[in-house]
Protein backbone atom coordinates (compact mmCIF):
# COMPACT_ATOMS: atom_id res chain seq x y z
CA UNK A 1 0.00 0.00 0.00
CA UNK A 2 2.13 2.58 -1.60
CA UNK A 3 1.53 6.17 -0.34
CA UNK A 4 1.11 8.95 -3.44
CA UNK A 5 1.91 12.35 -3.90
CA UNK A 6 0.94 15.04 -7.10
CA UNK A 7 2.71 18.02 -7.66
CA UNK A 8 2.80 20.39 -10.55
CA UNK A 9 -0.38 21.83 -11.30
CA UNK A 10 -1.43 24.99 -11.58
CA UNK A 11 -3.33 27.92 -13.18
CA UNK A 12 -2.58 28.31 -16.78
CA UNK A 13 -4.49 29.83 -19.98
CA UNK A 14 -6.18 28.27 -22.76
CA UNK A 15 -3.49 26.46 -25.03
CA UNK A 16 -0.95 25.97 -22.09
CA UNK A 17 0.42 23.07 -20.98
CA UNK A 18 1.69 21.31 -17.58
CA UNK A 19 3.23 18.20 -16.44
CA UNK A 20 1.96 16.60 -13.34
CA UNK A 21 4.22 14.34 -11.40
CA UNK A 22 3.34 11.78 -8.92
CA UNK A 23 5.76 10.04 -6.84
CA UNK A 24 4.94 6.90 -4.43
CA UNK A 25 6.87 6.05 -1.21
CA UNK A 26 7.49 2.26 -2.62
CA UNK A 27 7.68 0.45 -5.90
CA UNK A 28 5.31 0.86 -8.58
CA UNK A 29 7.18 -1.80 -10.61
CA UNK A 30 4.22 -4.22 -10.65
CA UNK A 31 1.18 -1.55 -10.34
CA UNK A 32 -1.34 -0.09 -12.41
CA UNK A 33 -1.40 3.22 -12.25
CA UNK A 34 -4.02 6.05 -13.32
CA UNK A 35 -4.87 9.95 -13.50
CA UNK A 36 -8.51 10.59 -12.56
CA UNK A 37 -9.98 14.62 -12.15
CA UNK A 38 -12.99 15.80 -10.56
CA UNK A 39 -14.50 18.84 -10.99
CA UNK A 40 -17.40 20.38 -8.40
CA UNK A 41 -20.67 18.80 -9.15
CA UNK A 42 -19.10 15.69 -11.20
CA UNK A 43 -18.33 12.30 -11.18
CA UNK A 44 -14.64 11.15 -10.62
CA UNK A 45 -13.44 10.86 -14.21
CA UNK A 46 -10.43 8.76 -15.36
CA UNK A 47 -7.92 10.43 -17.21
CA UNK A 48 -5.12 8.27 -18.20
CA UNK A 49 -3.69 4.95 -17.19
CA UNK A 50 0.22 2.88 -17.53
CA UNK A 51 -0.64 -0.56 -16.62
CA UNK A 52 1.39 -3.03 -14.58
CA UNK A 53 3.65 -5.22 -15.99
CA UNK A 54 1.80 -5.02 -19.67
CA UNK A 55 2.95 -0.77 -20.04
CA UNK A 56 -0.35 -0.44 -21.74
CA UNK A 57 -1.29 3.00 -21.72
CA UNK A 58 -5.48 4.44 -21.78
CA UNK A 59 -6.61 7.64 -22.28
CA UNK A 60 -10.64 9.20 -21.90
CA UNK A 61 -11.25 10.28 -25.27
CA UNK A 62 -11.88 14.06 -24.19
CA UNK A 63 -8.11 14.36 -23.41
CA UNK A 64 -6.62 12.12 -26.58
CA UNK A 65 -4.27 13.78 -28.42
CA UNK A 66 -3.20 15.94 -25.69
CA UNK A 67 -2.37 14.37 -22.66
CA UNK A 68 0.63 11.70 -22.46
CA UNK A 69 0.80 9.22 -19.39
CA UNK A 70 4.44 8.00 -18.55
CA UNK A 71 6.03 6.18 -15.70
CA UNK A 72 9.99 5.67 -14.28
CA UNK A 73 9.90 2.77 -12.21
CA UNK A 74 12.97 3.36 -10.88
CA UNK A 75 12.13 6.86 -9.48
CA UNK A 76 8.74 5.28 -8.54
CA UNK A 77 7.33 8.10 -10.25
CA UNK A 78 4.34 9.01 -12.83
CA UNK A 79 3.93 11.44 -15.05
CA UNK A 80 1.07 13.55 -16.49
CA UNK A 81 2.05 15.88 -19.73
CA UNK A 82 -0.63 17.66 -20.52
CA UNK A 83 -0.55 19.70 -23.97
CA UNK A 84 -3.37 22.50 -25.36
CA UNK A 85 -4.89 22.72 -21.92
CA UNK A 86 -8.80 23.97 -22.23
CA UNK A 87 -10.74 25.33 -19.72
CA UNK A 88 -12.77 22.44 -19.69
CA UNK A 89 -9.80 20.57 -17.64
CA UNK A 90 -9.76 22.71 -15.04
CA UNK A 91 -10.42 20.07 -12.24
CA UNK A 92 -8.59 18.57 -9.44
CA UNK A 93 -6.29 15.82 -10.79
CA UNK A 94 -5.48 12.63 -9.08
CA UNK A 95 -2.96 9.96 -8.76
CA UNK A 96 -4.00 6.09 -8.02
CA UNK A 97 -2.52 2.55 -7.42
CA UNK A 98 -3.49 -0.72 -7.73
CA UNK A 99 -2.33 -3.90 -8.54
CA UNK A 100 -6.21 -5.94 -9.25
CA UNK A 101 -6.76 -6.32 -12.94
CA UNK A 102 -9.64 -5.20 -14.54
CA UNK A 103 -10.95 -1.73 -16.70
CA UNK A 104 -8.68 0.78 -15.56
CA UNK A 105 -11.19 4.00 -15.21
CA UNK A 106 -13.02 2.48 -12.27
CA UNK A 107 -11.95 4.26 -9.28
CA UNK A 108 -13.07 2.33 -6.74
CA UNK A 109 -10.67 -0.58 -7.98
CA UNK A 110 -7.47 1.78 -6.99
CA UNK A 111 -6.24 1.22 -3.33
CA UNK A 112 -3.85 4.10 -3.25
CA UNK A 113 -3.86 7.74 -3.79
CA UNK A 114 -2.74 11.15 -3.74
CA UNK A 115 -4.38 14.21 -2.13
CA UNK A 116 -4.94 15.81 -5.82
CA UNK A 117 -3.67 18.83 -7.09
CA UNK A 118 -5.47 21.38 -8.47
CA UNK A 119 -5.45 22.76 -12.43
CA UNK A 120 -6.87 25.55 -13.15
CA UNK A 121 -7.18 26.48 -17.42
CA UNK A 122 -8.39 29.99 -18.32
CA UNK A 123 -9.81 31.05 -21.55
Known amino acids: QVQLRESGGGSVQDGDSLTLSCVAS???????MAWFRQSPGQEREGVAA????????AYADSIKGRFTVSRDSDKNTVYLQMDELKPEDTAQYYC?????????????????WGPGTQVTVSS
Open 50 to 57: IYGFSRMI
Open 26 to 32: GSIYSST
Open 96 to 112: AARESGGVWYRPSTYTS
